[in-house]
């Protein structure tokens, strides 16, 4: 069905008048009066009376009116969802994230972007680094939150937006809290609490690499995935751990945090920003160039 001749209908039942409808619509009254012929003959049914003295809407027509309205209403809130979509301002963006976002840059930039594109459905997952790669290689996200250094093969492209580095995580009773300068060296002796090198690969790597590059290699008592975990068993007293220096706004009585006088620049590591180029929504790019500006990157 024509939605040109919903409009005629809609326009002359409103003005009941040839004329004036034509006017309306910015066109001549002879084409119109064939379009509602047209719609009448597709709908089996008389729409309007036509006499000398005007028109009226037929019992027909005064049944299909507020539905057409509904069609046309309808029709362009389509219209207008879609080009919002093309544009960024409105849709679903999935955003997946590592836990330790959550000590400042998820805080940063999900109010921001709120408030930029509240029209926007923004859905947050709290995945591993691996598995927001691997999800947005398979389209189940689009743009992701995740820790670097990244060891797992992936089409993603990768914005840094904080470098940060590791401190110890040392519990309290340990003689080594004392301490107020301490070297990475210096717990050579000390049971760690260690990355998964599975689950947290580039966590693991960049940690064992530091102590490597000390002088030693780490005696793992314990492995864990998640850098809140590693937290909760160093506060636990099952070993020291290595922990990006943003995780210390979580303070503890239980842990004392310490930088290290001896950490190699090379064992740097941070946050970044995931994504696909080739089949990046509207809104993920929005959310890319809104992360970017906020931090100072030209991406």
Known sequence: MD??????????????????????????QPPLSVSIQKLETELG????????????????????????????????????????AAHGTTGRLLVGFVGSTSAGLLQRLVPLFRAEYPGVELVLRELTSAAILQQIDNDELDVGLVRTPLLQ???ARILLLEQDRFVAAIPRGNPLAARADLALAELAGEPFVMYSPVFAAG???????????????????????????????????????????????????????RELTDLPEVTRIGLALAHKPERESAAAQRFRATAAREYGISG
């Open 3 to 28: 939605l040109r001749r919903i409009r005629h209908f809609v326009v002359l039942a409103e003005t009941l008048n040839f004329h004036r409808a034509a006017e309306r619509l910015h066109m001549a």
């Open 45 to 84: 049914t008389r729409l309007f009376n036509r006499s000398s003295a005007g028109v009226t809407l037929t019992e027909s027509g005064r049944a299909a009116l507020s539905d057409a309205r509904r069609l046309l209403f309808h029709t362009e809130q389509f219209r207008e969802q879609a080009a919002s």
């Open 153 to 155: 093969q992936s089409s």
């Open 203 to 257: 966590l693991h790597s960049a940690a064992m690499l530091a102590c490597q590059h000390c002088g030693f290699v780490p005696q793992v008592a314990q492995q864990a995935t998640q850098i809140q975990t590693v937290l909760a068993m160093v506060e636990s007293g099952l070993g020291v751990g290595l922990v990006p220096s943003v995780t210390q706004r979580f303070t503890s009585h239980k842990i004392v945090f």
